[in-house]
């Protein structure tokens, strides 16, 4: 058994370790696409791949002001992959562009997320006051980043259909 | 700041958080909608509606046996919707019996998950053995609990697209 002082770390290591896993395979599968490739709709009039995997990158991004590491390091992405529709009449970046942002933010993320304690972890993100916090301990930088390797899932899950069927990738 | 033997039990708070919200939505959404809805494709032949609940109803099932719970509740749902694909030639379960197969299972679950300490949740769970454990201690229950959490996220985006266009939900 781990000692208590232990657990709380071992913890984060596990999420850690789902959310790399995660991270690491989205840039695999969308950085393999070609820019036509990347023009697929996951489903008939619903976002394209491109758009998909923008939307991601621009969402991590957000974390940095969340956790309190700092502005976003891609603002622009905000209106190109969140804040506007796919195919909204905006240039948004090219796969080139979207590969070196996505690798950029999860570095830097990365970075920040090894160097944390438990107690690190479990201080508030900048989306919450302190009064608010008092009562509502959950809303702390932990949750924040659970949350966002559910929203990373969520889409890679829309953005496997794009694949050419593979019921092992789906499962 | 928490004390230091709070904070595993407020990061299992935080991933129950999650994993109960994910359950919440996944059952709202399905459990909405009639027999004719639920044959829906996610997807121009990929999986219906009626699989993909199936399917994650299926996986959490598995939990029972992987968290040293007893056995499935529905073995039954294994052929039907995990070693077998969508649209096997074998009976599958009504719109009524899925849901309350998911209810059954997802309740029992959550009573077990409650009353587990840290420590239990950091225990070994029984795809792995005392000694790979040893080496591996993030081989445990909680790992095992966030990767069906993220399991049920991935299936529920591939859901959503089966849904009139409404970009709030995808987001």
């Known amino acids: 058994m781990q000692p208590v002082e232990g657990r709380g770390q071992l913890m984060i290591d596990t999420t850690l370790r789902s959310w790399k896993d995660n991270a690491n395979r989205i840039v695999k599968f969308f950085g393999a696409l070609s820019p036509e490739q990347?023009?697929?709709?996951?489903?008939?009039?619903?976002?394209?791949?491109?758009?998909?995997?923008?939307?991601?990158?621009a969402v991590n991004d957000g974390l940095f002001p969340l956790l309190g590491l700092g502005p976003r390091h891609y603002p622009e992405m905000e209106a190109m992959f969140v804040t506007?529709?796919?195919r909204a009449p905006i240039t948004i970046y090219s796969a080139v562009e979207?590969?070196?942002?996505?690798?950029?933010?999860?570095?830097?993320?990365?970075?920040a997320f090894i160097g944390w304690s438990p107690a690190d972890w479990l201080a508030r993100h900048t989306a919450v006051?302190?009064?608010?916090?008092?009562?509502?301990?959950?809303?702390?930088?932990?949750?924040?980043?659970?949350?966002?390797?559910?929203?990373?899932?969520?889409?890679?899950?829309?953005?496997?259909l794009a694949k050419p069927r593979d019921p092992q990738a789906e499962g």
Chains 1, 2 share one sequence.
Do not use: C
Request: charged share 25%; glycine share 6%; hydrophobic share 40%.
């Open 38 to 57: 990347l023009e697929q709709e996951v489903a008939p009039g619903r976002n394209r791949l491109i758009y998909l995997w923008g939307h991601i990158a």
């Open 84 to 86: 506007n529709p796919d």
């Open 98 to 111: 979207l590969k070196e942002a996505w690798n950029h933010i999860n570095e830097k993320l990365l970075v």
């Open 129 to 160: 006051s302190a009064e608010e916090f008092g009562r509502e301990p959950h809303r702390n930088r932990y949750a924040a980043m659970l949350s966002r390797n559910m929203h990373m899932t969520y889409h890679f899950g829309q953005a496997i």
